[in-house]
């Protein structure tokens, strides 16, 4: 990475750092779980837009510099687009002859040593209950291609500070937010595979249980027995599938009772 690169990863990581230092009491576990002087894959759970900079915070703070696949849409932002073009996110083409390039750039940023987090479930979860949903096969593809660890890292307690699609934030009283690392995804059973769809629906399931065990314990409940699948929901593969500003918080409900609207849609969140 060029001292151009940190320098401007630095001005955007001092910014949110700060920001989440004065809103968010953290707590951090498993630390020492984080592969050293190697390149790695992350894959978090991903229920509120500011997951990223939770997520973020943890590995900046340990000297790990993330890069986030993000959706592409973000970078045509003129301030944005140039702050994350600068820190060398990777935009993510959800669609078209582009889509490949994403995992191009993160296998190159593999190789350099740098760790590179993918949102296994492609957008915020539409579990109503928060829990993670079923996977798609991104972060699976990119294990196989280049045989680097998969760290799992989940957190709770984001949804009180920004609600999922919420238009502003909940600030006092302070929040906490709890962040695990844990030990790698074995897929020692997937090495020499070749991509087929079988292959990489398998290990984005294995990755995913992982998530899934994590949440359920990092929570204290149980979680349920199967992950929500969206496609079973008529729900939109990715974007918001609710209004923003709707009462899409952490409540209990009968997930037997849920209307199947695939709702609003838009070029959604990060990968």
């Known amino acids: 990475m060029t001292h151009r690169t ?16 004065v809103a968010i009491g953290k707590q951090w576990y498993g630390l020492d779980r984080l592969p050293l002087d190697e390149g790695f894959i992350v894959v978090p759970n991903h229920y509120s837009e500011i997951d990223p900079i939770v997520v973020g915070h943890l590995l900046y703070n340990q000297n790990i510099m993330p890069h986030f696949l993000a959706k592409d849409g973000l970078f045509n932002n003129p301030v944005l ?6 820190a060398q996110q990777i935009p993510v083409e959800r669609a078209g002859a582009g889509a490949g390039k994403s995992l191009v750039a993160a296998k190159k940023a593999l190789d350099s ?7 296994p479930e492609g957008t915020l979860t539409r579990d109503p209950d928060l829990w993670p949903m079923k996977g798609r096969t991104g972060a699976a593809r990119l294990a196989l291609a280049t045989g680097v660890k998969v760290i799992p890292i989940v957190h709770w307690g984001a949804q009180e500070v920004f609600p999922r699609y919420a238009k502003s934030f909940k600030i006092f009283p302070r929040k906490k937010v709890k962040v695990v690392v844990g030990n790698p995804v074995d897929l020692s059973a997937f090495a020499g595979r070749s991509a087929d769809k079988a292959t990489l629906e398998a ?10 065990l994590m949440v359920q314990d990092l929570r204290g409940e149980q ?5 929500w699948d969206p496609a079973a929901h008529q729900q939109s593969a990715h974007g918001r599938f609710v209004e923003r500003g709707s009462d899409s918080s952490h409540k209990p409900v009968n997930r037997e009772n849920i209307n199947n609207d695939a709702g609003t849609t838009e070029s959604g969140d990060l990968q």
Not at 7 to 19: C, E, H, K, P, Q
Not at 81 to 86: D, E, H, K, T, W
Not at 203 to 212: E, Q
């Open 6 to 21: 940190r320098f401007n990863f630095a001005i955007i990581a001092g910014i949110a750092r700060s920001l989440m230092n």
């Open 81 to 86: 687009g140039a702050a994350l073009r600068g």
């Open 113 to 119: 040593g740098n760790a590179v987090v993918i949102y």
């Open 203 to 212: 290990m984005t399931a294995t990755i995913m249980k992982d998530i899934t």
């Open 223 to 227: 979680a349920p027995d199967e992950l």
